[in-house]
């Protein structure tokens, strides 16, 4: 899969190399942790580490903690895991935060004031929006813009020492008032907070915001390569002022590449954290939502979600890609490694008359049809079976090749049987099959040449463990999540029928020493995997591929 990371990035890399770029590839990738990684996220570790990958470079990961008031130290071991579980391995250029460059941030933060370059000013959010002026329209200096170097060396000492209120004072950039880009026009780039950080304790009340503290972040850690999401494009001019004002070591190239949105989720963390909090979800993990551990708890591999994010391709303009385009990564990839097991998800009973009582029998039945190296297991086989409700028909529509009355099928892996009779309880509702078994078509086909068209799946009621089945749907019924009709809120959108839990399913046995995490095909049925609750299989995908139909055209 590496060996074809080609992108208008490596382009961009090549000819940076051509132009006698020595140094050698650094890439980083900089979550905040505020919330769960998600498959937008998937993207840009793809492109970061992947890169890093193709030239033999190194791959960072460090922690945007610089805002304290949403971040957890239950998202950053979240994180961690999820890194670690999509690439397979530890960054290789290693794992760092933020915060530990505070003190560097401040210090730059410092010289800036000394070169005229930055000032404190006193004006609340709204008068700094007033003051910024329109896309049409220069801003207007602060009144505070021209203090001296010594008050405002002064005034950001003050604020570090706490003793201003929160919100009062900031720390801002003096670059143009009437620059076209609107970034650019005095931004401010230290605040006033005072909340507990999760490595910095109490120490600090002030931090540098993201524009300010990136940059110096990427040129601390020698990063050649700074590849972030498209909303930041209009942001790498401050990014590029900020690394050649400080005093720093190196000069790293911010580029940028389209985000990853998905038909029927949101990419938002706001959302998600709502999503949430608000218990329309289980939680993170729930396996409807977008983030990495509910994918993975879903039954989703690593490989599947990477070869998802290449087929969506890495380019500069935005796009919706379909889900079904991340069911078929993971459909087809199962379709190869997944085991096949007999699930019965509406069990009716099957009773085998001219079968003797008591009797148990074991049937040879293939691993994985597709892959002769899973070899095969043995399935008992008994009087008494359980099969799908609806692999029965007492009036069955044209062309049922099931289990139907005076009817024969074959039950997989095991004999032809033929409906005799069928017993229905006090509402009319069937609750057993008779059938007789061709007890010669245990090896082969019947001896007097009739077809048998239709093949059922089934159980053996004595040997048969309960479980219960959770099958998920796409968690909007809205395609583009980011377009939600004016007048309504997305939450609107909830799909009432994400997730149906069937209870009282009948598994064959092999299934209870199914570990936390293991996939497998429910002949028939679509491809599960085992929850990390007893006696729960999450539905990852199912059977049916319309979306194949699509990649051919």
Same mark, same amino acid.
């Given at each position: 899969?590496?060996?074809?990371?080609?992108?208008?990035?490596?382009?961009?890399?090549?000819?940076?190399?051509?132009?006698?770029?020595?140094?050698?590839?650094?890439?980083?990738?900089?979550?905040?942790?505020?919330?769960?990684?998600?498959?937008?996220?998937?993207?840009?570790?793809?492109?970061?580490?992947?890169?890093?990958?193709?030239?033999?470079?190194?791959?960072?990961?460090?922690?945007?903690? +610089?805002?304290?008031?949403?971040?957890?130290?239950?998202?950053?071991?979240?994180?961690?895991?999820?890194?670690?579980?999509?690439?397979?391995?530890?960054?290789?250029?290693?794992?760092?935060?933020?915060?530990?460059?505070?003190?560097? $941030?401040?210090? $730059?933060?410092?010289?800036?004031?000394?070169?005229?370059?930055?000032?404190?000013?006193?004006?609340?959010?709204?008068?700094?929006?007033?003051?910024?002026?329109?896309?049409?329209?220069?801003?207007?200096?602060?009144?505070?813009?021209?203090?001296?170097?010594?008050?405002?060396?002064?005034?950001?000492?003050?604020?570090?020492?706490?003793?201003?209120?929160?919100?009062?004072?900031?720390?801002?950039?003096?670059?143009?008032?009437?620059? *076209?880009?609107?970034?650019?026009?005095?931004?401010?780039?230290?605040?006033?907070?005072?909340?507990?950080?999760?490595?910095?304790?109490?120490?600090?009340?002030?931090?540098?915001?993201?524009?300010?503290?990136?940059?110096?972040?990427?040129?601390?850690?020698?990063? +050649?390569?700074?590849?972030?999401?498209?909303?930041?494009?209009?942001?790498?001019?401050?990014?590029?002022?900020?690394?050649?004002?400080?005093?720093?070591?190196?000069?790293?190239?911010?580029?940028?590449?389209?985000?990853?949105?998905?038909?029927?989720?949101?990419?938002?963390?706001?959302? %998600?954290?709502?999503?949430?909090?608000?218990?329309?979800?289980?939680?993170?993990?729930?396996?409807?939502?977008? +983030?990495?551990?509910?994918?993975?708890?879903?039954?989703?591999?690593?490989?599947?979600? %990477?070869?998802?994010?290449?087929?969506?391709?890495?380019?500069?303009?935005?796009?919706?890609?379909?889900?079904?385009?991340?069911?078929?990564?993971?459909?087809?990839?199962?379709?190869?490694?997944?085991?096949?097991?007999?699930?019965?998800?509406?069990?009716?009973?099957?009773?085998?008359?001219?079968?003797?009582?008591?009797?148990?029998?074991?049937?040879?039945?293939?691993?994985?049809?597709?892959?002769?190296?899973?070899?095969?297991?043995?399935?008992?086989?008994?009087?008494?079976?359980?099969?799908?409700?609806?692999?029965?028909?007492?009036?069955?529509? *044209?062309?049922?090749?099931?289990?139907?009355?005076?009817?024969?099928?074959? %039950?997989?892996?095991?004999?032809?049987?033929?409906?005799?009779?069928?017993?229905?309880?006090?509402?009319?509702?069937?609750?057993?099959?008779?059938?007789?078994?061709?007890?010669?078509?245990?090896?082969?086909?019947?001896?007097?040449?009739?077809?048998?068209?239709?093949?059922?799946?089934?159980?053996?009621?004595?040997?048969?463990?309960?479980?219960?089945?959770?099958?998920?749907?796409?968690?909007?019924?809205?395609?583009?999540?980011?377009?939600?009709?004016?007048? +309504?809120?997305?939450?609107?959108?909830?799909?009432?029928?994400?997730?149906?839990?069937?209870?009282?399913?009948?598994?064959?046995?092999?299934?209870?020493?199914?570990?936390?995490?293991?996939?497998?095909?429910?002949?028939?049925?679509?491809?599960?995997?085992?929850?990390?609750?007893?006696?729960?299989?999450?539905?990852?995908?199912?059977?049916?591929?319309?979306?194949?139909?699509?990649?051919?055209?």
């Amino acid at each position: 899969m590496l060996e074809n990371v080609n992108n208008f990035l490596t382009e961009i890399i090549d000819e940076d190399i051509k132009n006698g770029l020595s140094e050698r590839i650094h890439t980083r990738f900089p979550p905040e942790p505020n919330g769960y990684l998600h498959i937008g996220s998937a993207k840009a570790i793809f492109i970061n580490w992947s890169i890093a990958k193709k030239y033999n470079g190194l791959f960072n990961l460090r922690y945007d903690d +610089t805002n304290p008031v949403k971040e957890d130290t239950e998202y950053v071991d979240s994180i961690w895991e999820d890194i670690k579980w999509l690439t397979g391995e530890e960054p290789s250029g290693g794992v760092y935060y933020g915060s530990d460059y505070f003190e560097t $941030c401040f210090n $730059c933060a410092v010289q800036l004031i000394k070169d005229g370059k930055a000032y404190v000013d006193d004006l609340t959010q709204e008068e700094m929006r007033q003051y910024r002026g329109s896309l049409t329209e220069p801003g207007k200096p602060s009144p505070y813009r021209d203090r001296s170097v010594e008050e405002n060396l002064q005034l950001f000492q003050d604020m570090r020492d706490g003793k201003f209120a929160d919100g009062s004072k900031t720390l801002r950039a003096k670059i143009d008032m009437a620059s *076209p880009n609107m970034n650019l026009r005095d931004p401010a780039i230290y605040r006033i907070v005072r909340a507990h950080h999760h490595r910095q304790g109490d120490k600090w009340c002030i931090y540098p915001l993201y524009d300010f503290a990136h940059p110096i972040q990427d040129a601390l850690e020698g990063i +050649t390569h700074s590849m972030c999401s498209i909303e930041f494009e209009n942001h790498r001019p401050l990014y590029e002022w900020v690394v050649d004002n400080c005093p720093l070591p190196h000069h790293p190239k911010q580029r940028e590449f389209a985000r990853l949105n998905v038909t029927h989720t949101v990419m938002s963390k706001r959302y %998600l954290r709502q999503l949430v909090f608000e218990k329309h979800v289980e939680g993170w993990d729930d396996p409807r939502m977008p +983030t990495l551990c509910a994918l993975r708890r879903r039954g989703y591999t690593p490989s599947a979600i %990477l070869d998802f994010v290449q087929r969506a391709g890495i380019a500069k303009a935005n796009s919706l890609v379909d889900i079904k385009l991340l069911e078929h990564c993971i459909r087809e990839e199962l379709n190869e490694t997944a085991l096949r097991r007999m699930a019965v998800t509406e069990p009716v009973k099957l009773v085998i008359t001219n079968y003797p009582e008591g009797q148990c029998e074991e049937f040879e039945v293939p691993n994985n049809p597709r892959n002769e190296e899973a070899s095969s297991r043995k399935v008992p086989f008994t009087r008494e079976l359980y099969i799908e409700k609806s692999d029965f028909a007492e009036v069955p529509p *044209p062309k049922f090749q099931r289990l139907k009355p005076d009817g024969e099928v074959r %039950l997989m892996g095991a004999y032809i049987v033929k409906c005799n009779e069928i017993v229905k309880d006090d509402n009319g509702e069937i609750v057993e099959i008779r059938c007789t078994a061709d007890l010669e078509t245990r090896n082969g086909m019947p001896v007097d040449g009739r077809k048998v068209k239709g093949t059922i799946h089934w159980v053996s009621a004595e040997h048969a463990i309960d479980a219960d089945l959770y099958l998920y749907d796409n968690l909007f019924t809205l395609e583009n999540v980011n377009d939600v009709p004016e007048g +309504t809120d997305y939450l609107d959108y909830l799909n009432p029928d994400s997730l149906k839990k069937l209870t009282g399913c009948k598994l064959e046995p092999s299934l209870a020493d199914a570990k936390e995490g293991e996939r497998f095909q429910f002949v028939r049925m679509g491809y599960y995997c085992k929850d990390r609750e007893s006696g729960r299989f999450n539905r990852i995908v199912t059977l049916k591929d319309s979306f194949a139909k699509t990649l051919k055209k």
